[in-house]
């Protein structure tokens, strides 16, 4: 069983930073998809970066520029890396892997199936 655990959210003011870490149990195949996402109270889920297992990454508008996504493979670790943070950043931050992939579908359009269990994201103005 695949397991995902988040840490490094927190309460920061706008303009700040935060680097969040999601820890990945094991990778089942070598060519996978792990997005963050983030959902704010009485909004929908947004994706707001992925990245795949050969380094290409996709961002939402809303973060491009702001966010940086990678992974170390070493540790079988996920980070994003959040700059100049906004009051509308704020939500509860999930990362997400979908692993054994289909050619040719963008990891955007996956259904993930392992998540972790979020961390918090908190920007005051």
């Known amino acids: 069983q695949v397991q995902l655990v988040e840490s490094g959210g927190g309460s920061v003011q706008s303009g700040g930073s935060l680097r969040l870490s999601c820890a990945v149990s094991?990778?089942?195949?070598?060519?996978?998809?792990t997005v963050w996402f983030r959902q704010a109270p009485g909004k929908e889920r947004e994706g707001v970066a992925f990245?795949?297992?050969?380094?290409?990454?996709t961002y939402a508008e809303s973060v491009k520029g702001r966010f940086t996504i990678s992974q170390d493979n070493a540790k079988n670790t996920l980070y994003l890396q959040m700059n100049s943070l906004k009051p509308e950043d704020t939500g509860m931050y999930y990362c997400?892997?979908?692993?054994?992939?289909?050619?040719?579908?963008?990891?955007?359009?996956?259904?993930?199936?392992?998540w972790g269990q979020g961390t918090q994201v908190t920007v005051s103005s």
């Open positions: 094991a990778y089942t195949y070598s060519d996978y998809c």
């Open positions: 997400a892997a979908e692993m054994g992939l289909n050619g040719g579908t963008l990891c955007m359009e996956y259904e993930y199936n392992y």
């Open positions: 990245i795949d297992s050969d380094g290409s990454t």
